[in-house]
């Protein structure tokens, strides 16, 4: 009888270790909003951007709102992209923003698209695919023409998007750091960003998103200037 109840207890055990494998590996194939890690390189890269691209305003976070945005787009506009080209791009297109990719005098996406190929290549990317990404790269910004190619549209107009709405305002204000007397250059910058970005959104979809958070953000500016006493008190 206690060699039978041993033996459950055993088999009870084994049960739950191989639930928590399970869990364990299924969690390990998704990021955090759930974009699929199916392929090693994915991994690598996710694990990359996880560990060394840490930042309120452009870290890992933005990239991977980026990458779910950027498909949103794609999807509402029904443009047909490569999920890889999309995945690496948005994950590395500011990692000139963190060392050792950082270097002073050049562009951050010129930088990313002289950098990313090393990274991909070790990281066992398909590299018939770094023209793409790199293109990607250099047109992320919203000052800048993304060209064609419907990974740097997308990945452009994701971008953009970004610097809007109530997140536009989070990264912004971030960038004052503790140390800064007030936050009235992030107010300035936002303020800007409403009056430039819109403009120079390329999809249909990110027009009409940019719209949304184009008011979203002049309301809380329109706020927050009623709560300053008309921005004396920033």
Known sequence: ????????QIAVACVSISCMTAASASSETHTVTGIPLDAPWKVKIYDLARSKFKHPAWGWQHSERNYDVALRLAHGDHLNVDTDVL???CFLHDMAAFPPYAKSGVEHGDRAAQESGAVLRAAGF???KLAAVQAAERGHMYYRDPGNRPEAIVLHDADS????????????????????ADFRSAIGSLR?????????????????IGAQRSAELRR???DLSTETFAEKLI
Do not use: V
């Not at 009888?1 to 459950?8: D, F, G, V």
């Not at 960003?193 to 009409?208: E, N, Q």
């Open 87 to 89: 995945f690496a791009a």
């Open 220 to 222: 809380y500016l329109d």
């Open 1 to 8: 009888m206690k060699t039978a109840i041993a033996l459950a």
């Open 192 to 208: 800007s960003f409403l009056h430039d970005i819109p403009p120079r959104l390329i999809t249909k979809t990110a027009r009409t």
């Open 126 to 128: 398909p590299m018939q």
């Open 161 to 180: 998007l970004d610097f809007l709405g109530d997140i536009g305002a989070a990264r912004m204000i971030s960038l004052t750091g503790e140390s800064a």
